[in-house]
């Protein structure tokens, strides 16, 4: 269990210590900024403001940590379903130095960049066909609508299918969970550069 205070685990002592201090700097902030640090529609901030706003953005993977702490150092999920932060980096830690852990890490980053290149190498070209013809949108777009939103998890069985479950097959888990998505991005991205193409040979 490690080190207690009063028969309570240090982790869990610091963690709701983190989360009150937490909830009372954004409390503060509220009250002493008229709320004005609460609402992102305020201009002009002051310097305490920006302050406290960046406090709070960094600060906040910190309290995600407290919580899962608390949560699981009180047991309200058991362990089996939801380790605790120091177990989860115990683990960890015992992973990489054992030399299990980078191997397995490098060949899942291959596989992403291997899917994505080919995703990328596919949709940046439809995209900008879709985007800068007519013709182009006509043929790809509603297709590509239609299919992008359907989630890779439903190709799996094809995919199974024609690539077996090899290597091949995760990289095309990976090519259909971001082409849709890449080709969609494009074509906004050359509609948004037409816009304004268009509005400054108006004056607009």
Same mark, same amino acid.
Request: aromatic letters at 12%.
């Given at each position: 269990?490690?080190a ?10 610091? &963690?709701? @210590?983190?989360? @009150?201090?937490?909830?009372?700097l954004?409390?503060? #902030?509220?009250y002493?900024?008229?709320?004005g640090?609460?609402l &992102?529609c @305020?201009?002009h901030?002051?310097r305490? %403001?920006? /302050? #406290? +706003?960046?406090?709070?953005?960094w ?6 940590v407290?919580i899962?702490?608390? /949560? &699981?150092l +009180?047991?309200?999920?058991p &362990?089996s379903i ?7 980096? %115990?683990?960890?830690a +015992?992973l990489?130095?054992s030399? /299990?852990l980078?191997p397995e890490?490098?060949a899942?980053? %291959?596989r992403?960049?291997?899917?994505f290149?080919l995703a990328?190498?596919g949709?940046v ?6 985007g ?5 949108r %006509?043929? /790809? ?7 992008r939103?359907?989630?890779? +998890? =439903?190709?799996?069985a094809l ?8 290597? =091949?097959f995760? @990289?095309?888990v ?6 849709f998505f890449i ?5 906004d ?5 037409s816009t304004?193409?268009n ?6």
């Amino acid at each position: 269990m490690g080190a207690s205070i009063y028969g309570v685990n240090i982790s869990l002592w610091v &963690s709701v @210590v983190f989360i @009150v201090a937490y909830v009372c700097l954004f409390l503060w #902030g509220v009250y002493r900024n008229r709320i004005g640090l609460a609402l &992102s529609c @305020v201009p002009h901030r002051s310097r305490i %403001q920006k /302050v #406290g +706003t960046g406090a709070l953005y960094w600060l906040n993977p910190i309290l995600f940590v407290a919580i899962w702490g608390v /949560v &699981s150092l +009180t047991k309200l999920v058991p &362990s089996s379903i939801l380790p605790s932060p120091i177990d989860v980096a %115990q683990s960890f830690a +015992t992973l990489l130095a054992s030399g /299990v852990l980078l191997p397995e890490v490098l060949a899942s980053v %291959q596989r992403i960049v291997i899917g994505f290149s080919l995703a990328a190498a596919g949709g940046v070209p439809l995209g900008l066909a879709a985007g800068a013809f007519i013709v182009g949108r %006509q043929l /790809v777009n509603p297709i590509n609508s239609f299919m992008r939103y359907i989630p890779p +998890t =439903a190709f799996i069985a094809l995919m199974i299918v024609y690539f077996g479950v090899g290597e =091949a097959f995760k @990289v095309m888990v990976v090519f259909f969970g971001v082409i849709f998505f890449i080709v969609q991005m494009i074509i906004d991205v050359v509609d948004r550069k037409s816009t304004r193409l268009n509005s400054s040979r108006l004056g607009i």
